[in-house]
């Protein structure tokens, strides 16, 4: 602010120079304040909440089938540590945009570094319970810091100190928002299923009270979907700015009847001068 005033009425600085905002297109803007318009619109409470259930609609099914492989293969030892890892990994998988398959949660990939992941886990929790008996409030900051060190340490292939560095790194200044957009969509849903316990348990009718707790199930079943979808949207803005729906701009189409370029007409020759008269 200081080096602005001091060069106000510098010759390189004048009205000239300056172009209104309402004007500011695309190519009037360079890399880094492209940058700063992605962070600005970064993690937007009810964009990354809408964003989180499209995410969650299109995986709805698959999802629900991948809960049902992992409990039913969590009792197969060596098996279950590669689909915990899977499992742990989803939001990265959903944030690609494209429909998961159930049996992923099998590739050997996610076995091969368990050693290293029983040790993420260990630190997480240590840190983290250490955090809680300092009060509440760290315990907290170091859950959201650390929230996303398992699906990098899966996602981007780090080891497990650098996946929790990377994790602190991407969610730094962006904790409470991040703790805001989670708690608000559990507090919806919260808030529905009191909604219909109310609705649906006027007077004590059986029928009633059967309509609502299969409403409530139901209800239930999407919650998981739609929190992972939310993470998975919150994992995909922290790494690449982007939301589901983003697509890279186009180049503009080249004209396909381009007019061709005027070509400068051939410089008049001289006269030839007529023959002097003898």
Known sequence: GLFFLKNLHSPCISQKNFVPLRRINASTIDGRSKKLLIM??????????K????IALINYLS???TV????VTIWIPYLNVGTTI????LPAEMAKGTVINPL???DSKYRRNMGEYFILSALMTGAILVGFLFGIIPGFVISVAWSFAVVLFVDKDMSAMDALHESNRLTYGHKWRIFGIEFLLVLCLELVIVIIQCIFGIGEV???ETIGTILIIILSIFAVPAILGVEASIYKQLTSGAFLG???AEAPASDPNPSPEPTSAPAPQPAAEAPAAE
Request: glycine share 2%; charged share 15%; net charge negative.
């Open 40 to 49: 600005d619109k970064k993690l937007a409470i009810m964009a990354t909440i």
């Open 51 to 54: 964003d989180g259930l499209a």
């Open 63 to 65: 999802l629900i089938l």
């Open 68 to 71: 049902v492989l992992y409990f």
């Open 86 to 89: 899977a499992v742990s990994s």
């Open 104 to 106: 992923f949660i099998f």
């Open 206 to 208: 059986s029928w009633l």
């Open 246 to 248: 983003d697509t890279p």
